[in-house]
Every structure is written in structure tokens, then in C-alpha cells.
């Protein structure tokens, strides 16, 4: 089989298989270009980002309860996620105001933490979750949850960031999205495992495609 010496593309775990490669299934390599270089699954990387409905809940439609996961490959060196958060405690909780913002067309609608506090001073350094679609805030400004629970738990190689958004303002704003795309994870790269190794440039992606 020829090889070209150039691959312009989001290189997915499916796309590589051919390589023999064992990436976790939510992995997306982001090099555009790879020549002849060997393919090897980084260290450190976003592992898996799920965007999942309350129970009961309106699919489509961001509400109060509503859950986001983060999973990182690594044990995150915790004071690089949270200023105040220390690794002797496998265990955090925390709240904290994220905000659903408006997409600019043609790009969609976001979740960020914009929220601070005297434990995390510079906020959550969780990154940014593209949610695939605009129509999620219908309003002309961001739909704030002041009061969403973080809750961090470091394992015996993986660490998950189970975030249940809470405190909703500006209801009215809020629309139903059908048929969208998957959200993407982009991870803030300040945050490190506990040898230093942060998740480069690699984003996470949902296997759904209708959020919430």
C-alpha cells in the first residue's frame, strides 16, 4: 500500500485502525500532518466527553440536572484544574456558574465556565465544549447556571469531572436543537497529569449528536 506523505484531516480512532493502534473509542488525534511518522496514542488526552439528558428530561434542550462528563486518560494533577485543589484527596466537589453562549453563524452555541471562587481563583480550567449546533440559546445573551456542581474524581489511572448544571437563568432563552452535530471537548492546556503532561492539542467528541 502507497503512503502519501501528507494527511490533511481530524484523524479519528476508526481512521486508524488500519495502524493497529489501540485508541479509546471518544479519541480524535487533531495532526494534520503525519509524512511517514509512526502514530503513537499520546499520554495524556481527552478520553471521553458525554453531554447526557436529566431523566425525564426534554431531549434537545439544556435544563437544570442535565449532566456533563469529562473523562482525561490520566490522574490529573488537580491544583493545575482547580487553584485551591490539592492531590491528597482523590475526591472534589465544587460549585460553580458555567454559561450556554451564543454561537455567532456559522458557529455553534458553546459551554464554558465563567464562574470563580475563593477556591478556584482562576476559575475551572476545564476548557470549552462546541455543542455541535446553534438553536440551543435562542436569547442575545448567555443562559448562566450559577449554582452547577463539579464534582472530581481521580481513579487509579483515569480522572472524571461529572458536572449537573443547576441555578438556570433566562429560561425563555432556551430552544430545542434536533439532528445537530456531536459536541467537542477542547481542554484547557494549563491542565496536566501528575508528570507534567498536558492533552496538547487532542479534543474528545460525543457519540451523540443531539445534546442534553
Request: proline share 3%; aromatic share 6%; hydrophobic share 35%.
Amino acid at each position: 500500500m502507497s503512503r502519501r506523505s501528507t494527511v490533511v484531516a481530524v484523524v479519528c480512532c476508526s481512521c486508524l485502525a488500519m495502524a493497529t493502534i489501540g485508541y479509546a473509542a471518544s479519541f480524535t488525534l487533531t495532526t494534520k500532518k503525519l509524512g511517514a511518522a509512526s502514530v503513537a496514542t499520546p499520554i495524556m488526552f481527552p478520553d471521553q466527553i458525554i453531554v447526557g439528558n436529566k431523566a425525564g428530561g426534554h431531549l434537545g434542550k439544556v435544563e437544570n440536572g442535565d449532566i456533563i462528563t469529562f473523562v482525561w486518560s490520566r490522574q490529573v494533577d488537580e491544583p493545575t484544574l482547580c487553584s485551591g485543589w490539592s492531590n491528597t484527596s482523590s475526591t472534589q466537589n465544587l460549585a460553580l456558574q458555567w454559561s450556554l453562549n451564543i454561537g455567532t453563524a456559522p458557529a455553534d452555541d458553546t459551554l464554558t465556565v465563567t464562574g470563580t471562587s475563593a477556591t478556584c481563583s482562576g476559575g475551572l480550567r476545564i476548557g470549552s465544549v462546541d455543542l455541535g449546533a446553534a438553536g440551543y440559546n435562542t436569547g442575545t445573551g448567555p443562559v448562566d447556571y450559577k449554582t452547577t456542581a463539579n464534582a472530581l474524581s481521580v481513579g487509579a489511572t483515569t480522572t472524571t469531572l461529572t458536572v449537573t448544571l443547576n441555578g438556570q437563568s433566562k429560561g425563555a432563552s432556551l430552544g430545542t436543537v434536533s439532528g445537530g452535530g456531536a459536541a467537542t471537548w477542547t481542554p484547557d492546556s494549563t491542565v496536566a497529569d501528575r508528570a507534567g503532561n498536558n492533552c496538547g492539542n487532542n479534543l474528545a467528541v460525543t457519540s451523540s449528536t443531539t445534546q442534553f
